[in-house]
């Protein structure tokens, strides 16, 4: 069975400080994406990473994907109020068929101003 | 706006009765998929249309349930003769397969709650 792991569950840390969050998994994975979830709406895609050892950033967000494509992280800087939510990660496998795109059960982030 | 739209945003149902959701996906898009999320959990597969043929399903999809997508343009999840195990959070996603990376976009969701 493969499964995403994400860590750690719940993440609760004052404005302004830096943290990471992280998806790992034994299976390799052809691409990863990043989502965001507010509560009571659908995820909201943040980035998708493809090549192994893969950088990407978005303003104060930076991911990265593995070089074996097993894993990912992501980290934020100065961390505000708004980026509370529910980071998800989902990896799809190459070739794989739509059952196969695997979501984690996501990091809960709480930001306190 | 060009999202995903689903409808209702939220339900309320007594155990036993049947309900519909409706998604509208991206209107370029040629893949929809429907997942279930519950409480604390990432969203997990339903089912999913490539234009108007429903290609797989999840075995999480029991008889009860039966999804639509006609035209190839909107889709309809029905679940019949709910449970209270089917509380949860419907979502809809959509995609265009050009053969390379995919990338579902969400819709806003449907919250279900069976009482």
């Known amino acids: 069975t493969q499964l995403l792991e994400q860590s750690p569950q719940f993440l609760s840390i004052q404005e302004g400080e830096n943290l990471t969050v992280y998806c790992n998994s034994s299976?390799?994975?052809?691409?990863l994406q990043w989502y965001r979830q507010e509560p009571g709406e659908g995820p909201v895609l943040l980035v998708t990473v493809v090549t192994g050892g893969e950088v990407k950033k978005l303003k104060r967000l930076t991911f990265q994907f593995g070089d074996a494509r097993k894993d990912s992280s992501l980290h934020i800087t100065a961390a505000q109020p708004g980026d509370t939510g529910l980071y998800l990660c989902?990896?799809?496998?190459?070739?794989?068929?739509?059952?196969?795109?695997?979501f984690g059960s996501g990091t809960r982030l709480s930001i306190r101003p | 706006d060009t999202g995903v739209s689903q409808d209702p945003r939220h339900k309320i149902t007594k155990r036993g009765q049947n309900v519909t959701f409706r998604c509208d996906p991206i209107s370029e898009h040629n893949r929809l998929y429907w997942y279930r999320q519950t409480l604390g959990q990432g969203p997990e597969f339903l089912t999913y249309f490539q234009n108007e043929a429903q290609l797989e399903k999840s075995r999480l999809l029991s008889d009860r349930f039966s999804a639509e997508r006609p035209k190839g343009s909107f889709s309809t999840l029905e679940i019949q003769r709910t449970e209270q195990g089917d509380s949860a959070m419907y979502l809809c996603?959509?995609?265009?397969?050009?053969?390379?990376?995919?990338?579902?976009?969400f819709g806003p969701g449907t919250r279900l709650l069976v009482l």
């Open positions: 299976s390799v994975f052809s691409s």
């Open positions: 996603a959509s995609s265009q397969d050009r053969g390379g990376v995919e990338t579902q976009y």
């Open positions: 989902a990896g799809a496998q190459e070739y794989s068929s739509a059952s196969k795109i695997i």
